[in-house]
C-alpha cells in the first residue's frame, strides 16, 4: 500500500508543478493587463512581493542593530510609545517637533516593550508601507498607460535600492511620508484618467484621503495639496469647460487635507497656547535652524547655486547615476511626446515635495550636508527621499517608450536591468561610504557609540526605581535602547513631574543617565542636558549618588543605599 501511495505522489508531482507554473504565468500576465476601472489588475502581486522583501530587510537590519542607528528614529519609537507609556501619557504626548500621523500609525506596533526595544514594530509598519508605496507606484505607472516594463521599472526603483529599503526598516518618517504621498497620487491618477466622471466624494476617498494623511505626515504634503488642488481646477475646466463644476472638483479633494490642516492649527493652539509653535516654538525647526545657521553652518541659504549642488548630490548618491539618467531621459519622452497634456501636469504634481525639499533648503528651514556640501558630513540626506515619486514615474515613462517594439525589447530591458545590478554592485562595495543614506546612519551610529553603550548597560543593570534624565539633549535619545519602560522615566516628556525630579534627584530617581558634553560649544545645535547641569549646581548629589557607568560623554548615577 505504501509502494502505492508513493507511486501515486510521484503522478501528483507534475500536475502540482504545471499548476504552479500556470498560477506564475497568471500573476505575469496579469502585470501586463490593461487598467479596468478601479481594478489595477497585478496590484496584489506587486504589494506581496515588496512585503517580503520588506521583511528580509527588517531581518537584515533588526538583526545587526542598524535600524536603530539613526537618533532621529530612536525618538519617534519613543513618542508613539510615550503617548500610553510615561508619566503623563496622553495625545499631548504627540509633541508638536514632527507631525502625528507617523507616531499614530506606529502607537499599534509598540505597544509590546521588546517590539520596541528591538525597533521591529517600526519594521512592521515599514512592510506594509513599502507594500502601499510600491502598490501605488506600479497603479500610477499603469493610470498613464505604460505597460509591464514600465510599471516594473517605477517598482524597482523602489525595491532594488538599499538605502530605500533600509529606510523602509527604520522609525524614520519618511515611509509613512512616501506612502502617503503616492497614494494621494494615485487617488488623482485614478480620478484623471477614469473613464467614469468621479464625483467630489470620490475623489474626497480616493485621493483626498491620503492627501490629508501625507499632510499631517511631513509638510511636504502640504506642497502635494497645493499642487494637487491646482491640478484638480485646471483637469476638470479643461475635461467640462465649466468653472463651478472645476471649483466643486477641487473643493472636494482639497477639503479633507484642509480639515487635517485645521486640526494641526487647534491642536498646537489648545496644547501650547499658540496655533503656530510647530513653526516658531521653542523645539521648531526655526529654533534649530537659527543655532545653525548663527554658528555660519547653513551656506545653502539664500544661494540657489549651493542649494542645487547640495540637494542633488544627495539625490545622486541616493538613487543612482543609471536610475536618475534613465528619469532624465523619461523627462524628455514625458514633454516631447505628451507636451502638456493632463497626464504630464499629473507627472509634475508627483514631483511637489521634491520641489518643496529645494525650497525648504534654499529659505533655510532645513539643512543637508553631504561629502560634497559645505561643511563636509552627513546630515538629513534621506530628504533626498522625497524625489522618489517623480523618478520612479520619469523612468517608468522611459523605460515604456524604450520597450515598446518587440524585436528591441528584450535587448533593451535586458541593458536595463544590467545597468541596475551593476550600479547596486558598487554600491555594495562601500555601501556606507557610497550611499548617502546609509553613511548618514553609519556615521549617527559611530557619533553615539557611548550613548548606546550607556543605555545598553543600564538595561542589563536595571533592578527598578526611576530614572532622570534629559531624553532631549544631544546624544540622549536612546529610551528604545534601553528597553525599560518610559513610566520609569523622569525627562521633559513627563509634564509636572520633571521639574520637581531636576530639585530633589533622590527623591524621585534611584538612577541618574546624564550627557557630560550636551550643550557644550557655542555652535551646538544640540539642547543642553537639564539633568546634568541640575546635578553639577547640587553639592549634596555626590553624597547621595555614586557613578556606576562613565564613558567621555555620558555618566550613569545610582542612588547609594547607605
Known amino acids: 500500500?505504501?509502494?502505492?501511495?508513493?507511486?501515486?505522489?510521484?503522478?501528483?508531482?507534475?500536475?502540482?508543478?504545471?499548476?504552479?507554473?500556470?498560477?506564475?504565468l497568471r500573476w505575469w500576465a496579469a502585470l501586463g493587463e490593461p487598467v479596468r476601472g478601479r481594478h489595477v489588475p497585478g496590484t496584489a502581486v506587486i504589494a506581496v512581493t515588496a512585503a517580503a522583501i520588506g521583511f528580509l530587510a527588517c531581518l537584515y537590519t533588526t538583526g545587526n542593530g542598524s535600524n536603530l542607528d539613526y537618533s532621529d528614529a530612536q525618538s519617534h519609537l519613543t513618542i508613539a510609545r510615550r503617548v500610553f507609556d510615561s508619566k503623563s501619557p496622553g495625545f499631548e504626548q504627540l509633541g508638536t517637533v514632527w507631525l502625528p500621523v507617523p507616531h499614530l500609525l506606529l502607537m499599534p506596533f509598540v505597544v509590546n516593550l521588546w517590539m520596541f526595544s528591538s525597533g521591529w514594530g517600526a519594521g512592521l509598519l515599514g512592510i506594509l508601507a513599502l507594500a502601499a508605496t510600491a502598490s501605488g507606484l506600479y497603479r500610477i505607472a499603469a493610470r498613464?498607460?505604460?505597460?509591464?516594463?514600465?510599471?516594473?521599472?517605477?517598482?524597482?526603483?523602489?525595491?532594488?535600492?538599499?538605502?530605500?529599503?533600509?529606510?523602509?526598516?527604520?522609525?524614520?518618517?519618511?515611509?509613512?511620508?512616501?506612502?502617503?504621498?503616492?497614494?494621494?497620487?494615485?487617488?488623482?491618477?485614478?480620478?484623471?484618467?477614469?473613464?467614469r466622471r468621479m464625483s467630489a466624494g470620490e475623489l474626497a476617498v480616493f485621493a483626498g484621503i491620503p492627501s490629508g494623511a501625507a499632510v499631517l505626515s511631513r509638510y511636504e504634503g502640504w506642497a502635494l495639496?497645493?499642487?494637487?488642488?491646482?491640478?484638480?481646477?485646471?483637469?476638470?475646466?479643461?475635461?467640462?469647460?465649466?468653472?463651478?463644476?472645476?471649483?466643486?472638483?477641487?473643493?472636494?479633494?482639497?477639503m479633507v487635507p484642509a480639515a487635517a490642516v485645521l486640526w494641526w492649527l487647534s491642536y498646537n493652539w489648545a496644547i501650547y497656547g499658540s496655533p503656530l509653535e510647530f513653526m516658531f516654538g521653542q523645539y521648531s525647526a526655526y529654533a534649530q535652524q537659527k543655532n545653525i545657521t548663527d554658528g555660519g553652518l547653513l551656506p545653502t541659504k539664500?544661494?540657489?547655486?549651493?542649494?542645487?549642488?547640495?540637494?542633488?548630490?544627495?539625490?545622486?548618491?541616493?538613487?543612482?547615476?543609471?536610475?536618475?539618467a534613465a528619469a532624465a531621459c523619461g523627462a524628455v519622452v514625458v514633454v516631447f511626446r505628451r507636451g502638456l497634456a493632463t497626464s504630464t501636469l499629473l507627472i509634475a504634481v508627483t514631483g511637489s515635495a521634491y520641489a518643496f525639499a529645494l525650497v525648504s533648503l534654499f529659505l533655510g528651514q532645513t539643512a543637508i550636508n553631504n561629502d560634497h556640501s559645505l561643511?563636509?558630513?552627513?546630515?538629513?540626506?534621506?530628504?533626498?527621499?522625497?524625489?522618489?515619486?517623480?523618478?520612479?514615474?520619469?523612468?517608468?515613462?522611459?523605460v515604456h517608450q524604450v520597450t515598446r517594439r518587440r524585436r528591441t525589447r528584450p535587448w533593451l530591458a535586458g541593458a536595463l536591468l544590467l545597468a541596475l545590478a551593476l550600479q547596486n554592485a558598487w554600491w555594495l562595495q562601500d555601501p556606507t561610504g557610497r550611499l548617502a543614506i546609509l553613511a548618514e546612519g553609519n556615521m549617527s551610529h559611530v557619533s553615539n557609540t557611548?550613548?548606546?553603550?550607556?543605555?545598553?548597560?543600564l538595561k542589563a543593570h536595571y533592578t527598578g526605581g526611576?530614572?532622570?534624565?534629559?531624553?532631549?539633549?544631544?546624544?540622549?535619545?536612546?529610551?528604545?535602547?534601553?528597553?525599560?519602560?518610559?513610566?520609569?522615566?523622569?525627562?521633559?516628556?513627563?509634564?509636572?513631574?520633571?521639574?520637581?525630579?531636576?530639585?530633589?534627584p533622590a527623591r524621585y530617581a534611584e538612577w541618574v543617565f546624564v550627557n557630560v558634553e550636551a550643550g557644550a560649544g557655542p555652535q551646538d545645535s544640540g539642547f543642553t542636558?537639564?539633568?546634568?547641569?541640575?546635578?553639577?549646581?547640587?553639592?549634596?548629589?555626590?553624597?547621595?549618588?555614586?557613578?556606576?557607568?562613565?564613558?567621555?560623554?555620558?555618566?550613569?548615577?545610582e542612588r547609594s543605599t547607605d
Open 466 to 504: 526611576g530614572i532622570l534624565m534629559d531624553e532631549s539633549a544631544r546624544g540622549n535619545a536612546v529610551l528604545p535602547t534601553m528597553g525599560i519602560p518610559l513610566h520609569n522615566i523622569y525627562n521633559r516628556a513627563s509634564g509636572d513631574h520633571f521639574a520637581p525630579a531636576l530639585a530633589d
Open 529 to 557: 542636558d537639564l539633568a546634568y547641569e541640575a546635578i553639577s549646581a547640587d553639592p549634596t548629589f555626590n553624597s547621595r549618588y555614586s557613578v556606576v557607568f562613565s564613558s567621555p560623554t555620558h555618566r550613569i548615577y
Open 225 to 254: 495639496v497645493l499642487t494637487g488642488t491646482i491640478f484638480v481646477l485646471v483637469a476638470e475646466m479643461r475635461r467640462s469647460g465649466q468653472w463651478r463644476e472645476a471649483v466643486t472638483m477641487a473643493a472636494g479633494y482639497a
Open 450 to 457: 557611548h550613548s548606546f553603550a550607556a543605555a545598553r548597560w
Open 375 to 398: 561643511p563636509s558630513t552627513w546630515w538629513n540626506n534621506r530628504f533626498a527621499l522625497t524625489a522618489l515619486p517623480l523618478v520612479a514615474v520619469l523612468v517608468a515613462a522611459f
Open 1 to 24: 500500500m505504501a509502494a502505492d501511495l508513493l507511486a501515486a505522489d510521484r503522478q501528483a508531482e507534475p500536475a502540482i508543478a504545471g499548476e504552479r507554473a500556470a498560477r506564475h
Open 302 to 324: 539664500g544661494n540657489l547655486g549651493l542649494t542645487l549642488w547640495t540637494f542633488h548630490w544627495s539625490l545622486l548618491e541616493t538613487m543612482g547615476i543609471a536610475v536618475l
Open 144 to 195: 498613464l498607460g505604460y505597460g509591464r516594463s514600465g510599471r516594473l521599472a517605477a517598482v524597482l526603483v523602489l525595491l532594488a535600492n538599499p538605502a530605500i529599503l533600509y529606510t523602509y526598516t527604520t522609525a524614520l518618517t519618511e515611509p509613512v511620508l512616501l506612502m502617503c504621498l503616492v497614494a494621494g497620487m494615485a487617488g488623482l491618477a485614478h480620478w484623471a484618467t477614469s473613464r
